[in-house]
């Protein structure tokens, strides 16, 4: 496997294709067809349907240590697939665990997918995954509801590589509850074919000579946390509608007079390589991905600030298998196994020393500034503050009018 | 709905129940009750109304209406069989209804009408609460008007496109009639959605459709129209329009061939032995005649296209919103079911006025 590995031609086509793959689903998971995406996430590889009964005795017993197996529901294409002579975490976690471990890829869509757990976690019913990994904003907002259980976080020493940066965050003050699964940055991404020259600033989104051909995000956290960032707001702390007025203002102008041509999911690469963007918001690890098949298109944090964010673990109240999901997280906190998934996936590894271990298997990527950041970078990148109810709602509603839905 | 339709003429049974009044068991009666009463008892169920216990009683009850009218068949005599017949026919069908058709039906309404107590609340709490329609009609008033603008542009072009196609297959295919027909329903083999997306390759900016039109020099004259803005076609109302006129046209298509087809063509030939040009002949006798063809691909072409949010979401931008993704927004993102059920009505509402007011104009008696 590792002869592979160290062919990185070999990994990076590998990966694009698989790139490739997720950039399709979300796509379509932006049309709201979960049914078509269920049915390509849970045809793929690494996962193991042996243990669909996960959830049989949920509600007798809602903090017990639970049978030796284990249900994790993830974003496609998240983890290394056992491919080739390639053996994937989760095969690697079964064998070393002997827990039967069912790792589905359908969790496609953060708004959709918690409208799809609100009538069960809202009436007191369990769902049926012991982990699922949500983006930061919406374990945030689990926790507050207080529809997720604490972590098992005595049985995780691994815990203990959890980068300082990730402890104790805004969306889980006490770090009792979530796990992060992969990080990374939202900024701006931009193809300097069609932009004619480098750019390093928000306020380079609003430049006339792009009009028609800025893309930004419907994910609300990364947008509006580059305009306010680029307002001089502090993200991280924000807790009022008003912080963000202007910067809603602001968007609401560029939308109308045509600056910004569509706010996307994914499918702005799509748009990104065919030049109908010269420039938008995107995130880091997509970015590094495509690069590599178009040197043309550049990432970067502008000097503003960018957004932080994260796809953390979390148990929905009332999983079972508590036990086996702590094996579990501490096998993915191993700096080994988290550089393989690192390797893969190339988004920023929440542990600490996958850097040294992903040395040992792919020199090059190791060294990739969007995958390790230094201290200047992650100094002017913020992670959103948790917004309390009332505060989110006005946020949602507003920035839901701007994109025109 | 189905009640107020039946196939029996409600004079004949009001005759009959008023004239003989010596009769003390009239089964059209029975049949009617029992119709009726099986349908309230699952909308009542199927909107939650009553629940555990209560429901299985009234589950048992629907049941019996299904017994009770199989017993009154058997023990009856032909007479009264032949009257409870046309109730048992449409006794399926009516229960399939109730449950699936008026019961949501009702949810939706009842929702529309609610308040959510908190904004993740999982039910909302029904309290007349007509506040839900005014911010449909005042917060998407825009949405609506765009999304049955652009249905109604695409409709018309779907016709324009459609019935020459559907007259040269009908009348010029001969036997290549059949590979055309395919030829027009192959594509649509593949998924809509990914149709859809094809578009964005065909129009993207340095796609080869605004290329094309920038070689043969036609952009400023399209821009000048309003089709293009600037060098792009993609992302505006232009594209929207196309898109929902390229998805919808089989369904124009289709429907007014078939009826082309049914046309014997000996009237045209009479119109001819009468003096009449091609062009009138055409006007006086084949348009016409294939009318509920239009009427038909009309309905199938506008009323889902009202709705649709896919083609808006793929080819449109962010000033080009519709009322379908308002709707999916409302109850996926925002969690606010009150509001987008509010929408959802008054969307069908003005459809079915349309449907109404269009079938008075075109007359739906032609229609087979």
Redesign the interface.
């Known amino acids: 496997m590792n002869s592979q590995n160290n062919d990185p031609l070999a990994r990076m086509s590998l990966s694009r294709r698989r790139l490739l793959a997720r950039a399709g689903m979300m796509?379509?998971a932006?049309?709201?067809?979960p049914a078509i995406l269920a049915a390509c996430g849970g045809s793929s590889d690494g996962a193991s349907t042996s243990s669909s009964d996960t959830s049989a005795s949920g509600s007798e017993a809602p903090l017990g240590g639970g049978g030796n197996s284990l249900f994790f529901e993830n974003w496609p294409e998240y983890i290394d697939p056992t491919e080739d002579d390639l053996i994937g975490t989760v095969e690697r976690f079964m064998a070393a665990s002997g827990v039967e471990m069912n790792y589905a890829e359908t969790y496609n869509d953060n708004?959709?997918y918690?409208?799809k757990i609100?009538?069960l976690l809202?009436?007191g019913k369990p769902i049926d995954p012991d982990i699922i990994a949500p983006t930061s904003w919406l374990v945030g907002?689990l926790i507050s509801?207080g529809w997720v259980d604490k972590l098992p976080i005595d049985l995780v020493p691994n815990a203990a590589n959890l980068r300082a940066d990730l402890q104790k965050p805004a969306w889980d003050p006490t770090g009792e509850y979530s796990l992060p699964w992969q990080t990374g940055f939202a900024g701006i991404a931009y193809n300097i074919e069609s932009t004619g020259r480098e750019l390093k600033s928000t306020e380079d989104l609003f430049d006339p000579a792009f009009s028609?051909k800025i893309g930004m995000l419907t994910e609300m956290r990364d947008t509006m946390g580059l305009l306010m960032l680029a307002d001089g707001v502090d993200i991280s702390t924000v807790s009022t509608f008003d912080a963000a007025a202007n910067a809603f203002d602001r968007l609401e102008a560029a939308?109308?007079d045509?600056q910004?041509?569509?706010?996307t999911g994914n499918d702005y690469l799509?748009d990104l390589s065919?030049?109908?963007f010269a420039a938008c918001v995107g995130w880091s690890g997509d970015v590094v991905q495509l690069a590599v098949e178009n040197p043309n298109i550049r990432f970067v944090i502008p000097e503003e600030g960018g957004t932080s964010w994260a796809d953390a673990m979390v148990m929905p109240k009332g999983a079972v298998n508590r036990d086996a999901a702590a094996k579990w997280m501490d096998f993915c906190y191993d700096p080994v196994q988290a550089a393989q998934i690192t390797a893969e996936v190339q988004y920023v590894s929440p542990v600490a020393g996958v850097q040294a271990e992903l040395e040992k298997i792919d020199p090059e990527l190791a060294v990739n500034p969007l995958l390790f950041p230094d201290d200047a970078t992650l100094a002017r990148t913020y992670s959103f503050a948790n917004l309390d109810?009332?505060v989110?709602?006005e946020y949602?509603?507003r920035f839901?009018?701007?994109?025109?839905? | 709905m189905t009640i107020s339709e039946p196939t029996l003429d409600p004079h004949s049974s009001r005759d009959e129940s008023t004239a003989p009044a010596r009769r003390s068991f009239d089964p059209e009666r029975l049949g009617l009750g029992l119709l009726l009463l099986a349908g309230a008892l699952l909308v009542v169920v199927g909107t939650g109304m009553v629940t555990g216990a209560l429901a299985t009683l009234a589950l048992a009850l629907t049941l019996g209406t299904v017994v009770a009218l199989i017993g009154a068949a058997v023990l009856g005599g032909p007479e009264v069989r032949r009257k409870l017949a046309p109730y048992g026919l449409l006794k399926p069908g009516m229960l399939w209804l109730a449950l699936f058709y008026l019961a949501p039906l009702v949810t939706l309404l009842r929702n529309s009408l609610s308040t959510l107590p908190?904004?993740?609340?999982?039910k909302a709490d029904f309290d007349w609460n007509f506040g839900n329609y005014s911010t449909a009609f005042t917060?998407f008033g825009g949405q609506f008007q765009r999304g049955f603008g652009y249905a109604a542009v695409a409709t018309v072009l779907t016709i324009v496109l459609g019935y020459p196609l559907a007259y040269v297959i009908a009348f010029r295919g001969g036997k290549y009639r059949g590979l055309l027909l395919g030829l027009i329903i192959i594509p649509f083999f593949t998924s809509y959605?990914i149709r859809t997306?094809a578009w964005?390759?065909l129009l993207?900016?340095?796609?080869p459709i605004p290329s094309a039109l920038n070689d043969l020099g036609l952009q400023p004259v399209l821009n000048a129209m309003g089709i293009m803005?600037?060098d792009?076609i993609?992302?505006t109302p232009a594209a929207v329009i196309g898109g929902l006129t390229y998805n919808f046209l089989p369904f124009m298509a289709l429907p007014i061939y078939v009826s082309l087809e049914k046309i014997n063509l000996n009237l045209v030939d009479a119109a001819k032995d009468l003096y009449s040009g091609s062009v009138r002949a055409f006007f006086k006798v084949i348009f016409p005649l294939s009318l509920p063809g239009v009427f038909a691909g009309t309905l199938l072409t506008f009323i889902p296209a009202s709705g649709d949010f896919?083609n808006q979401?793929y080819l449109g931008?962010?000033?080009?919103?519709v009322i379908g993704?308002?709707i999916?927004?409302q109850?996926?993102?925002?969690?606010n079911l009150p509001v987008a059920s509010a929408m959802s009505f008054v969307l069908m509402l003005i459809i079915t006025v349309f449907v109404i007011i269009y079938s008075r104009f075109f007359g739906t008696d032609d229609l087979t």
């Open positions: 796509g379509a932006g049309m709201s067809l708004v959709e918690f409208a609100q009538p809202g009436t907002r509801l028609g939308k109308n045509g910004i041509r569509r706010f799509n065919t030049g109908n109810e009332g989110e709602a949602d509603a839901s009018a701007i994109t025109g839905a | 908190s904004r993740f609340a999982v917060d959605l997306i964005q390759s993207a900016d340095t796609g803005d600037g792009k993609l992302n896919v979401q931008n962010p000033n080009t919103s993704q308002s999916q927004n109850f996926l993102v925002q969690n």
